[in-house]
Nanobody, 115 residues
Framework: QVQLVESGGGLVQPGGSLGLSCAASGRVFSIDYMGWYRQAPGKQRELVATLTNGGTPTYADSVKGRFTISKNNTKNTVYLQMHSMRPEDTAVYYC?????????WGQGTQVTVSS
């Protein structure tokens, strides 16, 4: 099995910044990609950003230029640095790992953007 442990999240003002991290453990040996999804109340879960094992990032248009995804291969950890945050960024953020055709989710962490 693969376990994903997230940290970060919380309350931030509009225009502020917040960083998330997700550490993978267990049977991690051939990661295709790691990434972040989010789900707001009443909305479907949506892609935020992904990062392939080779280091190629992909971003949703809504966060491009504001969010940055990065990783630490030694720690099997993926990060999401969020800047210029907007109220519409409010959601539960989930870490995702893809490996050999299997997909794993973190527990989710609440991010709230409000003044």
């Amino acid at each position: 099995q693969v376990q994903l442990v997230e940290s970060g999240g919380g309350l931030v003002q509009p225009g502020g910044s917040l960083g998330l991290s997700c550490a993978a453990s267990g049977r991690v040996f051939s990661i295709d990609y790691m990434g972040w999804y989010r789900q707001a109340p009443g909305k479907q879960r949506e892609l935020v950003a992904t990062l392939t094992n080779g280091g190629t990032p992909t971003y949703a248009d809504s966060v491009k230029g504001r969010f940055t995804i990065s990783k630490n291969n030694t720690k099997n950890t993926v990060y999401l640095q969020m800047h210029s945050m907007r109220p519409e960024d409010t959601a539960v953020y989930y870490c995702r790992l893809a490996q050999r055709g299997y997909y794993y989710w973190g527990q989710g962490t609440q991010v709230t953007v409000s003044s």
